[in-house]
């Protein structure tokens, strides 16, 4: 029976969708089609998707009402105009351009607010935020606290920014050379790790003291926020939504997927107060997305994207989402399964390098852990590791991270304690066979963000 930390769905449910397992042998058949890649599986024949959060989340009834006025015209749409009032009494910025995910946000704010040759130090990368720099000439630099890249060690904030880290960097290449910081709130690939309220006045005072930009990317600002309400001093008694807004007073913009957070299942982002770059981000926006009034979103979409932006900040909400992905962790801990600790805010992340010590990084542990984890329970989970990490871009070598992870990330609002408890069965199942678990070698490997198609086969 759940305890007091785990606190019950604070919604009941209207609407099913039934899920099934499909038996083992086949299990076995389609893994293999699939080129060992989760990705490349069909959702029919998953049973547990825990593949991502990203668009997969179950949407209230207020949203589904909303969808039901949408204004489709082709230019100012009311619906737009909602979305925008929303966001900006949200976050504090001044303007606001929208576009179809979080990817296009990222595409806009590199092409307009990079010089080639410039530096976008992170608190370390996302994939899809790294490809957009790089390809508009940017230098990627992690400057994440070390403690974000051990599993084992307890940080309250595993996603702060090293200050030293910076300074050394401003020391290096001068702070002409520094685009912006991109600092994430939450980092997804350190395991959904928070960033501390301290941390980012630190980050801005150092930034004012050298006019450096800097821009959030605040796809799971939400989940953030309760954690600094949960674990900073002072914080304990204000509302989610004045943390949020708090949080970005700090940064001159951001990007968003609304597709997390933002409970919908598509939509994104980017926010700024500079005007020059809101004029360039918006004479952009046309080519790329669509018009400055729905960026690639359907008007529908956007009225459920601004009732689902309200919806994030409901006290209640967030700490159901926070709690029931550390009630999964919670068990796996308890079972002795390595896991990235503290569980973060949007997923519970294997350490395959611990669960798999009998396989080399270039056997792609993360990827043939994932692969199994799905063999043996229909659970379709990803790799967040090597293969993700991709090549450097100059030299075609493999960038190793020091993280190797197999993320089990929850949709909100779409799966109870009672999937938590079928899905932490399974791994412990397969963490008692772990030798079992066999490597992986590259049957096709795609020159750009290789893990969304990637095919392998087993060694
Ligand atoms: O998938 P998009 O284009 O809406 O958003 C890209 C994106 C940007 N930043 C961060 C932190 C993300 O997590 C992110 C997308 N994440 C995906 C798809 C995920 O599965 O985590």
């Given at each position: 029976m759940l305890d007091d930390r785990y606190p019950a769905e604070p919604f009941r449910i209207k609407s099913v969708e039934p899920v099934r397992m499909i038996d083992r042998e086949t299990r076995e058949k389609v893994i293999k089609e699939a080129g060992y890649n989760t990705f490349l599986l069909k959702s029919e024949d998953v049973y547990i998707d825990l593949l991502t959060d990203s668009g997969t989340n179950a949407m209230s009834d207020r949203q589904w009402a909303g969808m039901m006025i949408g204004?489709?015209?082709?230019?100012?749409s009311k619906n737009w105009l909602h979305l925008e009032s929303t966001i900006k009494e949200m976050f504090g910025f001044k303007h606001v351009i929208p576009t179809h995910q979080g990817r296009g946000a990222e595409n806009l704010l590199s092409r307009t607010a990079i010089k080639p040759g410039q530096y976008t130090p992170g608190n370390m990368y996302f994939t899809t935020t790294r490809y957009h720099q790089e390809a508009n000439g940017g230098i990627f630099r992690d400057i994440v606290i070390d403690e974000a890249h051990d599993t084992i060690v307890y940080h309250?904030?595993?996603?702060?920014?090293?200050l030293n880290k910076l300074q050394a960097l401003i020391d290096e290449v001068?702070?002409?050379?520094?685009?912006y910081v991109c600092l994430a709130v939450t980092v997804n690939l350190a395991g959904g790790q928070p960033v501390s309220i301290e941390n980012m006045k630190a980050v801005r005072k150092l930034c004012d003291k050298y006019g450096i930009k800097i821009y959030y990317d605040t796809t799971r600002c939400v989940e953030n926020a309760y954690f600094i309400k949960e674990r900073e001093e002072g914080y304990a008694n204000k509302s989610i939504a004045e943390i949020v807004r708090e949080m970005h007073s700090f940064a001159d913009g951001c990007t968003m997927s609304g597709k997390k957070d933002g409970i919908t299942n598509i939509g994104g982002f980017l926010c700024m107060n500079d005007d020059d770059l809101f004029v360039q981000a918006r004479e952009l926006v046309v080519v790329y997305e669509g018009m400055p009034s729905y960026g690639g979103m359907t008007g529908r979409d956007m009225e459920a994207f601004a009732i689902g932006l309200k919806e994030s900040v409901q006290e209640e909400y967030i700490e159901h989402r926070v709690k029931q992905v550390r009630y999964l962790g919670d068990l796996l801990i308890a079972a002795g399964v390595p896991i990235m600790e503290p569980p973060g805010g949007h997923a519970v992340f294997l350490d395959a390098k611990r669960f798999c010590?009998?396989?080399?990084h270039e056997e792609f542990p993360a990827q043939a852990l994932a692969a199994n984890l799905y063999l043996e329970s229909g659970v379709r989970s990803m790799e967040r590791g090597i293969v993700s990490a991709?090549?450097?871009?100059?030299?075609?070598?493999?960038?190793?991270?020091k993280l190797e992870l197999v993320r089990l990330t929850i949709p909100r609002r779409v799966y109870t304690y009672a999937h938590m408890d079928v899905v932490a069965k399974a791994v412990i199942s397969l963490y008692k066979n772990r030798d079992k678990i066999r490597g992986l070698r590259f049957v096709y490997e795609p020159k750009q963000l290789r893990f969304f198609t990637a095919r392998f086969e087993e060694i």
């Open positions: 204004d489709e015209a082709y230019a100012g309250p904030f595993k996603g702060n920014i090293d001068g702070a002409s050379q520094i685009a010590p009998h396989l080399a991709g090549r450097d871009i100059k030299t075609g070598k493999n960038h190793a991270p």
